[in-house]
């Protein structure tokens, strides 16, 4: 069945480096993905909206110049944090909607641990 | 705008007992509900969804949920739970309008079965 999946799974950087995550949907085609971010023992808040061939749309307070969005093409999204700093660490996931599913629907990827120290 | 309430953080359990995770939500337009169950370092599986129709819903694993809109509420329900349950539950909304496609989730509930 459709998956979706994300590189790396954990990732452990320096402060002031760049990280960049994968998204990439399997069998099916996204023209849309969306970013989550998870704190340790907290829910996920919804960070970006991924849109192929235009530019991402971020949700309140997230910082657009920190957190670069490119929907390379149909089956790919990428997240890369810039200049990361230690309250960065978190647990992304990244989801796309199901082709049957109307926009409803999602599929999530497994999440990626990111560990800035 | 809409939002998600668990009610409960934490649920511990024996095992073979049964289990309700609560959730409530708030929305000014009609929303689709689900529920989602994250094991540790992993992303979400889909547990159950209520799209429309018949408000008693079933999902994987012999969980089931009823949708109640007078109450605003979708609490989550299995009649006997197993160790493999212990997870944590998210109930996640995803209204229309603007918000389409994107889902607002609870705070999570860890659900701990316990021999």
């Known amino acids: 069945g459709a998956v979706v999946s994300q590189h790396p799974s954990r990732v452990i950087c320096k402060s002031g480096t760049s990280v960049k995550i994968e998204c990439r949907s399997l069998d099916f085609q996204a023209t849309t993905m969306f970013w989550y971010r998870q704190f340790p023992k907290q829910s996920l808040m919804l960070m970006a909206t991924?849109?192929?061939?235009?530019?991402?749309?971020?949700e309140q307070g997230v910082e657009k110049d920190k957190f670069l969005i490119n929907h390379a093409s149909l089956t790919l999204s990428t997240l890369t944090v810039t200049s990361a700093h230690p309250e960065d660490s978190s647990f992304y996931i990244c989801?796309?909607?199901?082709?049957?599913?109307?926009?409803?629907?999602?599929?999530f990827g497994p999440g990626t641990r990111l560990t800035v120290l | 705008a809409q939002s998600v309430t668990q009610l409960d953080s934490q649920v511990p359990v024996f095992e073979e007992a049964p289990v309700e995770l609560r959730c409530n939500y708030s929305s000014s337009v009609s929303v689709y509900l689900f529920w989602y169950v994250q094991y540790p370092n992993q992303g979400l599986q889909l547990l159950l969804k209520y799209l429309s129709g018949s408000t008693l819903v079933k999902g994987i694993n012999g969980f089931e949920a009823e949708f109640n809109k007078s109450q605003t509420s979708f609490h989550l329900r299995k009649p006997s739970v197993h160790i493999s349950d212990t997870a944590e539950y998210f109930c996640?909304?995803?209204?229309?309008?603007?918000?389409?496609?994107?889902?607002?989730f609870g705070q999570g509930t860890i659900l701990t079965v316990h021999p």
């Open positions: 996640a909304v995803i209204a229309g309008g603007t918000s389409y496609g994107k889902l607002t």
């Open positions: 989801s796309a909607p199901t082709p049957s599913g109307g926009g409803i629907e999602q599929f």
């Open positions: 991924s849109n192929e061939g235009s530019k991402a749309t971020y």
